[in-house]
């Protein structure tokens, strides 16, 4: 077999592996979606939280439709994204550039949620969320809804410009594939929503949120899986 044949049959093998693993997250999926929809619902009761989290996200989505798409800080929160991840990994940061067209960082350290962290870690809503943290401990008076505020236009940030560059040709899909990249990309945003909304609502404990994804995942398992083979 020749060196061309043998580099296919292994890139064959490897989408192959590939789609099996992301046919075996799909339950976690399906399971996570029915529990982040549930957990919205039990939240509504939450009204100052979403009067602020909704002001700050129409405040972004009026920035976004009218004025000029900051690109260069997307991205440079992209690349960030990507190194703080590789960083977590026990990586380091060889070189890092991003610009308004796209941006490049280069690590000692690559796995898959490394390369896909970007989409689905909100970046800005976490860095405004930590400064809150931070000056809110020198000024224990400031106004709650600021805090949500910031969060509803950061994480609309996150959410709008990341769909608007999914529609150029993203590297960071095609390198693990689309399927699989697809199933980690929404796992990773359904676990940010269990884990914030049930903190900054209060409106659910954080457990029985994840219990309530462990058993829509078993639920779709058991109408997935013939019984025969249970």
Known sequence: MSQRS?????????????????????????GGGWAVLDLL?????AGEFWLAFGGGAAAWMLIYTFLPKPLWLYVTGHELTH?????LFGGRVKSFRATSKGGA?????SNIL??????????YAILWLTLWA??????????????DFG?????????????????????DITSQGHLLSAMVILLGNFLVLLLALPTLT????????????ADQTGRVLEWAVPRRWR
Do not use: E, M
Not at 41 to 45: A, E, K, L, T
Not at 202 to 213: E, K, N, Q, S, V
């Open 6 to 30: 043998a580099n296919l049959c292994s890139q064959v093998i490897v989408r192959i592996l590939r789609s099996l693993v992301a046919l075996t997250l799909l339950p976690l999926v399906i």
């Open 105 to 109: 960082v280069v690590v000692t350290k």
């Open 41 to 45: 619902w039990r939240s509504r009761r």
């Open 151 to 171: 969060l509803g236009a950061t994480y609309s940030f996150h959410l709008t410009l990341t769909a608007h560059i999914l529609k150029i040709r993203q590297t």
């Open 202 to 213: 209060g409106t659910i404990h954080l457990t029985d949120a994840f219990w309530h994804w």
């Open 114 to 123: 490394i390369v896909l962290a970007p989409y689905f870690f909100p970046f």
């Open 83 to 87: 190194a703080l991840w590789a960083i």
């Open 134 to 147: 931070l000056l809110n401990r020198f000024f224990p008076d400031l106004h709650r809804a600021l805090l």
